[in-house]
């Protein structure tokens, strides 16, 4: 049976969130109406776009079995629940990254930020701003939890303890991208951002989805389970290099964020530490400087650490990198066992939209 869990899984998805949404707008205006700007930008920060690819992963993962069985109610919430988790964490990811741009729009803390002003508040609005978007992402994070908690009982807890080991392994991960950023590029090396990618992307943008799917349909043992996890560390690695390399070269009209943005956060990824480490003396004490925190990145520097990375054969490596934890994914989905084949023919599938995507 031809189905695809892409298309299937974003419109399911799309209904079960805006259902969400509606019940969180319910029970915030019986609270207070001043709470609607709240209510608002979640909703709109979620709905605005966004591939879905991690809802498509909870679906592949309900049919990693019997492809193409019905989708229950519980895995529809499974597939709410993790967009809600990507928004969570996105809206915290732009405050430390000070981006203001995502999915072609305002970033949470950006537009509480112009509402401030907008609306007079007689407070600094930027502070405002930062503080509201922590709070919005802390209650979607709530709804995440709770749309897991009210799947039936005989998962919902095995699902809700797979959540937050998910989400531990995401906050791990997310604390030594920011100490990194905070490292001169000499004490960084491809271990380190490998350890991150493998943490903060690979646990919860393919393996935390692959699972919750696999546990909704009750047939997600140990042993399934450590199928899916041999395919979807080495696929989220790839994925990460791959936006790494469209956060560099990509057009913002195209990608939906700012560009350069790993540049001005000064992101120790593997395109520039591979950069610094083949630079000579000149390259590389410019590189330095760019990362150092010491002075203000301009569009300039963007365009040198597009060269450098170019010049040096970073980039190249990359892309070679990619095609190694590509071939890691591959040979997990031949070694697979308890996946259907269905369910392997689609991963792999996936896994060429995540490695070699453009945008």
């Known amino acids: ?3 695809d869990p892409l298309e299937t899984a974003k419109s399911i998805v799309e209904d079960e969130l805006k259902k969400v949404f509606d019940e969180a707008d319910g029970e915030a205006r019986s609270v207070s109406n001043m709470l609607s700007d709240l209510t608002w930008i979640i909703r709109d920060f979620t709905l605005r776009g966004g591939k879905r690819f991690r809802a498509a992963l909870v679906l592949a993962g309900y049919w990693s079995r019997v492809w193409a069985r019905e989708i229950n109610e519980d895995a ?10 990507q928004s969570y964490l996105l809206i915290h990811d732009d405050i430390m990254d000070r981006d203001e741009i995502r999915r072609g729009g305002p970033t949470a803390y950006a537009w509480l930020r112009d509402k401030c002003v907008k609306d007079g508040l007689e407070t600094e609005c930027l502070h405002y ?23 039936s009982p005989d ?19 997310q604390f030594l991208d920011v100490y990194l950023s905070s490292l001169p590029l000499s004490r960084v090396g491809e271990a380190e951002v490998i350890l991150v990618h493998k943490l903060k992307t690979a646990s919860y943008t393919v393996e935390l989805p692959l699972h919750l799917g696999a546990i909704a349909s009750r047939e997600g043992d140990e042993k399934l389970l450590a199928e899916l996890s041999a395919y979807a560390i080495p696929a989220g690695i790839a994925f990460q290099l791959r936006d790494d390399i469209i956060g560099l070269y990509g057009k913002p009209e195209v990608t939906g964020k700012p560009v350069g943005s790993d540049v001005l956060q000064r992101k120790k990824t593997l395109l520039v530490v591979k950069a610094y480490e083949n630079s000579g003396e000149h390259g590389r004490r410019l590189l330095e400087e760019i990362y150092s925190g010491r002075r203000t990145v ?3 520097d ?9 010049e040096t054969g970073a980039l190249d490596y990359s892309l070679k990198k990619i095609e190694h934890y590509v071939s890691e994914a591959e040979k997990a989905i031949r070694n697979m066992k308890e996946t259907c084949p269905e369910a392997r023919e689609f991963l792999s599938r996936l896994l060429n939209k995540l490695a070699y995507r453009e945008f």
């Open 1 to 3: 049976m031809v189905v």
């Open 76 to 85: 529809r919430k499974v597939m709410a629940s993790v967009e809600l988790l």
């Open 129 to 151: 701003g930062v503080s509201q978007a922590i709070t919005a992402g802390d209650l979607l994070e709530s709804m995440a939890v709770r749309v897991l908690a009210s799947t």
């Open 155 to 173: 998962i919902s807890r095995r699902l809700v303890q797979k959540y937050t080991e998910g989400l531990m392994k995401v906050a791990f991960g």
């Open 298 to 300: 301009t569009p300039g």
């Open 302 to 310: 963007v365009e040198f650490v597009k060269r450098v990375v170019e």
